[in-house]
Every structure is written in C-alpha cells, then in structure tokens.
Nanobody, 124 residues
Framework: QVHLVESGGGLVQAGGSLRLSCAAS????????MAWFRQAPGKEREFVAA????????WYKDSVKGRFTISRDNAKNTVNLQMNSLKSEETGVYYC?????????????????WGPGTQVTVSS
C-alpha cells in the first residue's frame, strides 16, 4: 500500500521560511515524478513544484520561482520543498503527490498518489 506523509508545516510570518518534507513508502520512489501542490480555503488545488525521477529536471509555478526549491533523496524516499520569503497568500494545505515516469504535469488529476497534506499558515 502506498503512503505519502507530509511534515514541516506550521505558522510563519510573511517573509519567513519553512521546509516541507514528504516520506514515501509502498512504491518505487525513484520511478516517480514527485510534486507539491497547495490548496487555499475555497480555492482549487494548484501546482507548486515538481521534480523528475532523478532530480535532474525541476518545474515551478511562476510565482514561486527563485523562492522555493524542490529536492529529493531517492535513497531515503523523500522529497522536500524549501520555501523562502513566504507570502500571506501562500497560506493553505500543502500536498505531496506522485506520478509514474518523468512527467511534467500541473493538473492534480494526473497524479496517482497523494498525502493527507500539511497546513502552512503565513501571517501578514
């Protein structure tokens, strides 16, 4: 059974930083493109960042480029999201997701597996 579990969320002031982690089990981690999505209250889930199977290719939502960094450790089956200079409008639940193969997908419907999410609250 596949499990993705996010951690690292919390409350931070605008301009601050958080590092999210996602631990995966029950799947061949190195064969998955991994991604982070977020969902604000009353809004649709949106793509934030993704990383290819080897970590060679990285994709970001335009508004987070230069502030967020996605990384993975295939030996530990983990994917991380370092978030700097956070903004209040980035408050929401952050989800880790996986899809087989090297695929750049921004639609959440394309992803096979999801974690339960971790809350990130950015106070202004």
């Amino acid at each position: 059974q596949v499990h993705l579990v996010e951690s690292g969320g919390g409350l931070v002031q605008a301009g601050g930083s958080l590092r999210l982690s996602c631990a995966a089990s029950g799947l061949t981690f190195s064969s998955q493109t991994m991604a982070w999505f977020r969902q604000a209250p009353g809004k649709e889930r949106e793509f934030v960042a993704a990383i290819s199977m080897s970590g060679r290719w990285l994709w970001y939502k335009d508004s987070v480029k230069g502030r967020f960094t996605i990384s993975r450790d295939n030996a530990k089956n983990t994917v991380n999201l370092q978030m700097n200079s956070l903004k209040s409008e980035e408050t929401g639940v952050y989800y880790c997701a996986a899809v087989a193969g090297n695929r750049y997908e921004e639609s959440p419907r394309k992803y096979d597996y999801w974690g339960p999410g971790t809350q990130v609250t950015v106070s202004s």
